[in-house]
């Protein structure tokens, strides 16, 4: 009687067990899959940037040699940090934007508020170029250091 009382019990566990996993995969199915369907074609568009960027860093090394690389892949390095640095501060700027957008404000005021924005950005901007870049590539890669005035062309024709 022990061992049928057990046996039953047993199996129910393993059936409350089966229920839950089933329930659990049922739950990722319904919060995974709409987001499948949105990241993956941003996925898609981050592996052709993947592989160019690979070919272009194996072409400039295969027939430039390693300084061009090195020249190159620091002012890659700096025109994302200065195209980073302006995004956030936009970032802070565009739900006022918006807001004054929806309320009516003209366009002047509009302008008003990028000009700000973008004197905001130049000013984060340009410390972290005209001091704190050559001081990290003088001290982490020091074999570049003369590329720096090449590196501040390089960010102000970005701007």
């Given at each position: 009687m022990n061992?049928?009382?057990?046996?039953?019990h047993g199996r129910n566990e393993s059936d409350l067990a089966v229920r839950l996993r089933q329930a659990a995969l049922d739950m990722l199915v319904l919060v995974f899959k709409p987001l499948v369907f949105v990241a993956f074609p941003i996925m898609l568009v981050g592996v052709p940037y993947t592989i160019l960027t690979a070919v272009d860093r194996s072409v400039i090394a295969g027939y430039l040699g390693d300084d061009p690389l090195g020249h190159s892949s620091l002012a890659i390095w700096a025109l994302a940090a200065v195209g980073l640095l302006p995004l956030v501060i936009?970032?802070?700027?565009?739900?006022r934007m918006a807001h004054?957008?929806?309320?009516?404000?003209?366009?002047?005021?509009?302008?008003?508020?990028?000009?700000k924005q973008r004197?905001?950005?130049l000013a984060v901007v340009l410390p972290a170029v005209a001091v704190l870049a050559p001081m990290r590539v003088h001290t982490f890669l020091p074999t570049y250091t003369l590329a720096t005035p090449r590196l501040w062309k390089a960010c102000w024709c970005r701007w």
């Open positions: 061992r049928v009382v057990t046996a039953a936009s970032r802070q700027f565009y739900p004054k957008w929806a309320t009516g404000a003209s366009l002047v005021t509009l302008d008003s508020l990028g000009t004197w905001y950005a």
